[in-house]
């Protein structure tokens, strides 16, 4: 089992900055994609940024420009610094892992951490 632990989460005024973390740990093989997804209320779970172990990234529209993705392969731990943040960035914000073991992929999910922006 993989455990996914996000961090970083917060109240911020518009136009201020936040930094997600999330590590993974526990029975890891080979992580692949590490991503950020999140929710907003009473709107479905969407992809906000996802990076590849090679560090190949894709975000969402909404976002470009604003956020960057990173990650520590070493640490099995992905970022995401989103700056410039606006009102409709407020949502859950959701860690993705994909974890390869042999020539399965499984994937996990963190709890969620809310970000809320608003003066």
């Known amino acids: 089992q993989v455990q996914v632990v996000e961090s970083g989460g917060g109240l911020v005024q518009p136009g201020g900055s936040l930094r997600l973390s999330c590590a993974a740990s526990g029975s890891i093989f080979s992580i692949t994609t590490m991503g950020w997804y999140r929710q907003a209320p009473g709107k479905q779970r969407e992809l906000v940024a996802r990076?590849?172990?090679?560090?190949?990234?894709n975000y969402a529209d909404s976002v470009k420009g604003r956020f960057t993705i990173s990650r520590d392969n070493a640490k099995n731990t992905v970022y995401l610094q989103m700056n410039s943040l606006k009102p409709e960035d407020t949502a859950v914000y959701y860690c993705?892992?994909?974890?390869?073991?042999?020539?399965?992929?499984?994937?996990?999910w963190g709890q969620g951490t809310q970000v809320t922006v608003s003066s």
């Open positions: 990076i590849t172990s090679g560090g190949s990234t």
């Open positions: 993705h892992v994909r974890n390869r073991v042999w020539s399965t992929e499984n994937e996990y």
